[in-house]
């Protein structure tokens, strides 16, 4: 399924508030980010319900945490983050990561059993490595529809980019910002200085140049919110990609 994701959603770990994300949808997001893990769907589904776009022009996306990735724990709770966001359909359903009681062989029939019944619109995987997306191709009947994976300055994923090039499913950046670290890193600081703009816009740009990858700032704030959207029109040139591109720091954020 193609689900023509935006180059700028919407990363809401850690909002608990209904506010910002009608502020978010109001200034022109569409794909809104969360997962049962982060205990605010129900305050994603408030913020959903207070703006006036209309619910088909928003892409939901949620995970399953790893305890709940049994072939017998994947429908009820998948139902119970529909309810809890207030919606009949998860557009977006991912496997948050491929521990604890993921199993391919049981996980992902389950997962392609609530797109058959409607419950889910497409697949999602996160935090999985090269063989662990093989192996889903192996045994999914749905298309992996999109990989989330932390993505920014400090941390480069070449092999993963390569592989949803080839098999033609886009890139979700989680933490495009570094976690707000962003600023720490000089070429991206001299790359904002040439732009008149700040190193996390930079870093939106960096991110969203690169085929096929979108990304998922959080923000809390309006003029954060605004700022990140706008970034994605910022044109980096091919020497200012290149040189994000040589920071070889590999801070990951997110281990295991
Ligand atoms: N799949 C996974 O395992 C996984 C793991 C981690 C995260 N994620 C997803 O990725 C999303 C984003 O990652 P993240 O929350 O770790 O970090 P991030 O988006 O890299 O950074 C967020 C931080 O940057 C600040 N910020 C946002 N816009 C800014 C701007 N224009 N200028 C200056 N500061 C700005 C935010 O502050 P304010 O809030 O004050 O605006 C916040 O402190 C999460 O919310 C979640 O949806 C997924």
Redesign the pocket.
Known sequence: MNLNLPPVG??????EDPE?IATALGVGYRHL???RI?GNEAVVGEGLAASDVDRTDVTVAT?LWIDALAGDDVESTARESADLLGIDRIDLL?V??PRGAYDPETTLPALDRLVDAGVVGAVGV??FEVDDLERAREVLDAPIAAH???L?PLYHRPELLEHAREHGYPIVA??????????EVDPVCEVAENHGT?P??V?IAWATAKEPVVT??????E???R??LA?AEIELDPEEIAAIDAVDREEE??PE
């Open positions: 919407l990363g809401t770990m850690g909002i910002p980010d969360t997962a982060y995970k991912y948050h990561r996160s935090n989330q994976t932390e920014h989680y933490s495009p910002l570094a976690g707000g670290r962003v600023g700040t996390e816009a870093a998922i700032p959080k923000a809390s704030t003029r954060h919110l700022a990140n970034a954020l997110y």
